[in-house]
């Protein structure tokens, strides 16, 4: 390859981590630092927006020059600096957005915005290169969604979910079943410790539709918690965890291989946070004998959840697409991809 | 030295760049506009006026807060990454002092202040003498009538300088009757010139920990710690 090699920060700070990557050629991890704020939002029970933004301020510089330090290169060096410019919380976005420009404008480099999604998409690219046409599950805190990739830079949502995210939903059960935040984790724990034996629905929507909803599904876990109770009767926890996280999974997985075969893919990503879930990795694995010419792809836990270097991978082909943006930019809590 | 100058704590957008004892160019905008779309661009086609390349920047000189948390932090942001980034000085100085500083040839107490919502303001005391200004009473978060009441304590002319002064005049003037002033309406935004001014011999903070001073805590972490507090007391 006579090419020269393509260096490229990149900077998330749309939620409740502080992070900057440096990413070779969209591929490989230079350095990859990432600063949670995890611990300070646990008394609050939830991410609050303001602390979140104060923190971002206090951590912003601190992670960038960890990164740079542990790239053992200066910023003169980078082709571009790529950043989350939405969706998430704005006033978080707007401390990467911001310090991103200023980056950008001192040492005069291309500066790209980049969609969350489409970062966590690309966080697979670090792991194995894509091939296209491909099909993305996005599973979040926020987001639940198909996307479907003819080529690099292009995405199609093809199902979404009409009200609350797979994430959500966890959290919202979570809470019903009084485990700590934040409760995806300690779900897919206690899933494995019981039986999916409890009967709750499964949304399929209509015929033919990647659309998902889950908050029937959680509604249903509250009445069924709430009418045992009212009855003296106990539940395991470990029953109805399992049981939850059953209906959901099911639902994405079917899904899932649903549209794999509808549209052809050669690949299907796992992608988001969610995506580090144990019973949705092992489900989507088995699930996959089904398709035995489509590839999947799950990125290790680390790059599932929010990180820059995945903000770096996308960055670096959108760059190489020709997208730039101005000393304009500005964060977007409500971007669509 | 040259200074780069940004204060984004209101709705008042200021950039100056200041070489030595010469303001070379300054921006001020008085608008309800985004900050984070204009500032910016605003740095950039100031510096190119003044051709000027930011590596040629040896200090920046950033309005701190009080003011809105969002502003506050988008000027912070830019200037700690800047400062950062290039390698030179960053002097945080207060939103309210650079406020008074436009009324620093008064002869008497000047009182910066902005709007806090629900009766309140952020403001301070500060005594202007022969062309500077001294912080008397630290920048607070206070209602302004008792604000009005604790400086009937002063018996100085005093001086209103801000854009909210027209929201909360009343209140000094009822208070305070003659010994309260307020400022001409072209002194009221802050002239980011008067903050290089004012961070132009201090010492420079560390760029890592350097962050807004809010003077409120988010309301979230306010109520946590009053329910920390009520379980103490039980
Ligand atoms: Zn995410």
Redesign the pocket.
């Not at chain 1, 979040?140 to 987001?143: F, L, N, R, T």
């Given at each position: 390859m006579s090419e020269k090699d393509i260096f490229v920060l990149g900077i998330e700070t749309?939620?409740d981590e502080t992070a900057a990557a440096i990413v070779k050629n969209g591929r490989e991890i230079i350095a990859n630092v990432v600063a949670s704020q995890m611990e300070s939002h646990q008394r609050f029970g939830g991410v609050v927006p303001e602390i979140a933004s104060r923190h971002h301020v206090e951590q912003i510089t601190l992670v960038l020059e960890e990164t740079m330090r542990r790239a053992n290169m200066d910023v003169n060096e980078l082709d571009a600096i790529a950043v989350t410019e939405g969706p998430?919380l704005v006033g978080a976005l707007l401390i990467g957005v911001n310090a991103a420009k200023a980056l950008a404008f001192a040492h005069r480099i291309p500066l790209v915005g980049v969609h969350?999604?489409a970062?966590?998409i690309y966080a697979n690219r670090l792991v194995q290169e894509m091939k296209f046409p491909l099909l993305a599950l996005v599973v979040?805190?926020?987001?639940t969604e198909l996307v479907y990739m003819k080529e690099h830079g292009m995405f199609e949502v093809i199902g979404e979910t009409r009200d609350d995210a797979a994430g959500e939903a966890y959290d919202k059960v979570a809470r019903a079943l009084q485990l700590p935040y934040p409760g995806g984790p300690h779900i897919d724990r206690l899933a494995k410790e019981g039986k999916p034996i409890i009967d709750l629905p499964r949304a399929w929507l209509e015929e033919g539709s990647y659309d998902f909803s889950f908050s029937g599904l959680k509604s249903a876990v509250i009445n069924t918690l709430h009418n045992a109770k009212q009855r003296g009767e106990t539940l395991r926890p470990e029953d109805m965890a399992a049981s939850f996280q059953a209906s959901v999974v099911e639902v994405l997985v079917e899904k899932t291989m649903q549209a794999a075969a509808h549209y052809g893919v050669k690949q299907i990503l796992l992608a988001?946070?969610v995506a580090a879930n144990e019973g949705l990795r092992t489900q989507l694995r088995e699930q996959m004998k089904r398709l035995p010419e489509v590839e999947l792809v799950i990125p290790p836990l680390s790059l599932c959840?929010?990180n820059a270097a995945m903000i770096a991978a996308a960055g670096t082909v959108l760059l190489q697409q020709g997208k730039r943006a101005s000393m304009a930019l500005n964060a977007n809590p409500s971007l669509l991809l | 030295m040259k200074v780069l100058a940004i204060d984004t704590s209101t709705f008042v957008m200021g950039i100056a760049v200041v070489d030595g004892q010469v303001v070379k160019g300054e921006i001020i905008t008085n608008l309800k506009k985004n900050h984070s779309i204009r500032v910016m661009p605003a740095i950039e086609s100031l510096l190119q006026e003044c051709d000027m390349s930011p590596k040629e920047i040896e200090r920046i000189v950033v309005a701190k807060g009080p003011g809105s948390y969002t502003g506050v932090r988008i000027g912070v942001t830019i200037a700690k990454t800047l400062a950062w980034t290039l390698g030179i000085s960053l002097i945080g100085v207060s939103s309210l002092e650079a406020m008074a500083a436009s009324a620093k040839y008064f002869q008497g107490l000047v009182v910066p202040l902005m709007d806090a919502r629900r009766g309140q303001i952020y403001t301070g005391l500060y005594k202007a003498e022969g062309g500077n200004i001294q912080s008397i009473v630290a920048d607070q978060v206070i209602l302004a009538t008792d604000w009005a009441n604790e400086l009937k304590a002063y018996d100085e002319p005093i001086l209103l300088v801000g854009n909210d002064s027209s929201l909360h005049e009343a209140s000094f003037i009822q208070t305070l009757n003659r010994a309260v002033q307020v400022a001409s309406f072209t002194l009221h935004n802050p002239r980011p010139s008067e903050l290089a001014w004012l961070g132009m011999h201090r010492e420079p903070e560390d760029i890592h920990t350097f962050v807004p001073n809010y003077i409120r805590l988010a309301e979230a972490e306010a109520n946590w710690l009053a329910r920390q507090q009520e379980g103490t007391e039980c």
């Open positions: 749309s939620c998430g969350h999604i970062g966590h979040s805190g926020g987001h988001g946070g959840t929010d | -």
